[in-house]
C-alpha cells in the first residue's frame, strides 16, 4: 500500500483515483471543485481541504490538471506542493501541457530533492476508466523505477521517453499525428461519397491497404463501418474538438520555438479552430467529417 497524493479529480483524475482506490492504496485526494471532492469521496477516496493537505503524507503524488499555467501555480506558486511534500517525495504529473512548463517545473522539483516526472496520457476516459492508459514518462531512471509499479495500476503501457519534457513531447507528437490524420480520412470519405464509391467498401479497402491507420480503423470518423464509433452517436465524444485543438496548439507552438516547418500540423490546427468557431467544441474531433461536408 503506498500513500498517494491525487490533484485534479476530474474527467480523467477521478477514474485514475478510483483505480488506486480498489488496487488498495491509501488516496487523498483534493479538487478545487466540491463536487468532484463528494464523488471522490463516496468512492473511497479521502478528501483534503487544500493541495497541501493531500501531499503532505504522500510518497507518491500525481496531478491531473486542466493546463500549464494550473500545473505552475499548483507546484511553483505561493505554498505549493512542492514546499509543502515531504523530500523525496515523487511527483507525476499526467496533465498534458506544454514541455517548457514541465521542464521548469521538474527542475523546481530537483531543487526541492524531490523527484518528477511529466507521464502525459493517451487514450481518454474510457481507457482511464478501464485501467488501459498508455503514459509517456519523462525524467529519470530512477524515477521511472519508481513511478512504474503506482502506472501500472492506472495504464496498461508504461512507456520512458526520455529525460525530463519527453513524456510531453511525445504526447504532442503523437497527437499532432492524430489531428491530421483524422482530417485525412474525412477528406477521402468525402471524396468517396462525391465519386460514387461505397463508404464500407472504402472502409474495406483503405483498413487493408496503404492509408491504414487508427482515425480509420479504430475511429472512422463515417457512421456505419465501426459501430461504436462518436460517429454513430451524433459525435458525442470521445475526444472533444476543444481537446484535439489544445493539443495542435501546444505543437504548433512548440515547434515555432524549436524552429521546425510543421506545415501540414499548423494548417490542422486552423482547421480545427474554424470547428471550435463554429460552436463545435464539444462534439467529437471526428466530427470534422460532417462539418467539412456542410462547408
Ligand atoms: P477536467 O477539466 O475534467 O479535470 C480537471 C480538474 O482539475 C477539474 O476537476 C478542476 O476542478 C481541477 N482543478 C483545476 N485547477 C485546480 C487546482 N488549482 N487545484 C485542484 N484542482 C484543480 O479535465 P480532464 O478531462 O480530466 O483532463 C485533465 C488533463 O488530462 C488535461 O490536461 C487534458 O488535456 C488531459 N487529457 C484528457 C483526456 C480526455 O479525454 N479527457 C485524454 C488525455 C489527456
Not at 496503404?210 to 461504436?228: A, N, R
Not at 486552423?270 to 462534439?283: I, R, T, V
Request: charged letters at 15%; hydrophobic letters at 45%; glycine letters at 10%.
Amino acid at each position: 500500500m503506498t500513500n498517494i497524493g491525487f490533484i485534479g479529480l476530474g474527467n480523467m483524475g477521478s477514474p485514475m483515483a478510483a483505480n488506486l482506490i480498489k488496487a488498495g492504496h491509501h488516496v487523498t485526494g483534493f479538487d478545487l471543485s466540491a463536487d468532484a471532492l463528494a464523488a471522490f469521496k463516496a468512492i473511497g477516496g479521502i478528501p483534503a481541504s487544500s493541495a497541501i493537505d493531500a501531499v503532505i503524507d504522500a510518497d507518491i503524488v500525481i496531478t491531473m490538471l486542466p493546463a500549464g499555467k494550473h500545473v505552475d501555480a499548483v507546484y511553483c506558486g505561493e505554498g505549493g506542493l512542492l514546499t509543502a511534500a515531504k523530500s523525496g517525495t515523487l511527483f507525476l504529473d499526467s496533465s498534458t501541457i506544454d514541455v517548457e512548463t514541465a521542464r521548469k517545473v521538474a527542475s523546481a522539483a530537483a531543487d526541492a530533492n524531490m523527484l518528477m516526472m511529466d507521464t502525459p496520457v493517451s487514450g481518454g476516459v474510457g481507457a482511464a476508466i478501464a485501467g488501459t492508459l498508455t503514459f509517456m514518462c519523462g525524467g529519470s531512471d530512477e524515477a521511472f523505477a519508481k513511478a512504474k509499479p503506482i502506472l501500472d495500476v492506472v495504464g496498461g503501457n508504461i512507456i520512458h521517453a526520455g529525460a525530463s519534457g519527453t513524456g510531453q513531447a511525445a504526447k504532442i507528437c503523437n497527437n499532432m499525428m492524430l489531428g491530421i490524420q483524422m482530417i485525412s480520412v474525412c477528406e477521402a470519405f468525402a471524396m468517396a461519397d462525391a465519386l460514387g464509391l461505397d463508404r464500407q467498401k472504402l472502409y474495406d479497402i483503405s483498413s487493408k491497404a496503404s492509408g491504414q491507420c487508427w482515425s480509420l480503423t479504430t475511429y472512422c470518423p463515417v457512421p456505419g463501418p465501426i459501430p461504436t464509433t462518436p460517429a454513430n452517436n451524433d459525435y458525442e465524444p470521445g475526444f472533444a474538438t476543444a481537446m484535439m485543438l489544445k493539443d495542435l496548439r501546444l505543437a504548433a507552438d512548440a515547434a515555432k520555438a524549436v524552429g521546425v516547418n510543421t506545415q501540414i500540423g499548423q494548417k490542422a490546427k486552423e482547421l480545427y479552430e474554424a470547428m471550435s468557431e463554429a460552436g463545435l467544441d464539444n462534439k467529437d474531433f471526428s466530427a470534422y467529417f460532417e462539418f467539412m461536408s456542410q462547408k
